[in-house]
């Protein structure tokens, strides 16, 4: 009998925020490598590009079954020429000889190592190969000077690139609970990210916080921290200040969909006796200092929001981060309205123009409404409420993984 899927094109929505990806994939081979490649042009510094791959990559993803035939593609949104071309290889030749070039070369290999190392982008990372530095051991060699980041992440680098499972996540949740509640009875505290939407295992662990009564989530960061410091429970932190009513985009402020809430970096000190299970891996366990050792460095994001931007807060760190910059291309492209983990606003009421506001009016009102315009906010207290004002189906947490 002829499979249905094997002759039939598959049909799916273009703006991911309008599909329900699970975690389930039936092209992991394809995403894979449309993945490794979204990576190795993100790692040059060619976003738009990385952004291609990625949203091919989600299209791939939301697919009901394998794909066999390129035929099965016709009529699919986000499939460039590029990423087609490196499709049609590996279902032709089982392997894409773009990715197998990749994962081979050097300078990649050079880049995922230094990248991968807390603190160090892309361009830290390219300044390092320029001046001959290709692994850890050359850069701990090379004399160059770390920032208090780069030196915490060297010092913990393997801990932090093994995964971090549920187990630990939990524990985590445990400890910063507590650490909440005993600096606030009132604070709530919400596991973000990729637990949220149902992952097993993460290369971090984010946590929300919030107050129910405004203006309560004031100082609730360094008193947590004090706490968790003084247990002795951070091997590094560091706390960044609310920033929201600072409006300005100059130099040196970060790009507007990186949001302004305080929030704390840190990585943790995590016990051997606060997950159930053991946290050393077999690799640790086989090297002798590590036997002794019954902790493990675990990446943790702490984030404040005030009870206002809660649920716009919860909606931006929740992920995945494609579907987050396709809820906002939506909301911009298709409603005229802007979103942030701050806020939704109506572009449209604010400079009067139908949705074709330039760039730099677009910027510009962004800035005015910051300060002034705060009535054009569109008030939401539930992700449910957001996804109503933007015209899309609600799609569960566990839905969001494009
Ligand atoms: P993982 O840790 O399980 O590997 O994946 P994740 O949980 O989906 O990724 P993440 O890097 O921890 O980011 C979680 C969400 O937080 C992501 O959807 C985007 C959101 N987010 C912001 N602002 C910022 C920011 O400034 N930096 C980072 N890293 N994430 C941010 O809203
Ligand atoms: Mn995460
Ligand atoms: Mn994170």
Known sequence: AVNDSEVTPFSVPSYAC??????ENHNAVLTDALSLLAEKAELSDEDGRGVAFRRAAAVLKALPSAVTKMSQLTGLPCLGEHSLRVIKDILENGASSEVESTKESERFKALKVLTGIFGVGSKTADRWIREGIHNLQQLRDSGQTLNRAQQAGLEHYDDIKQPVSLAEAEAIRGIVGKAVASVSSEAQIVLTGGFRRGKLTGHDVDFLITHPEEGSEVGLMPKLVSWLESRGLLLYQKTTRNSYLECSEGPGRPPSNIDRFERCLSIFKLSAGQTGSGVQSEETAASPSATERQWRAVRVDLVVSPIS????????????????????????HEKGMSLSSHALYDSKQVNGSKGSASAMEEKRSKLISCHVLQGRYIRASSEEEIFAHLGLEFIPPTERNA
């Open 309 to 332: 931007q809660f649920a716009f807060a919860l909606l931006g760190w929740t992920g995945s981060k494609l579907f987050e910059r396709e809820l906002r291309r939506w909301a911009g």
């Open 18 to 23: 309008q599909r329900r990806s699970t975690l």
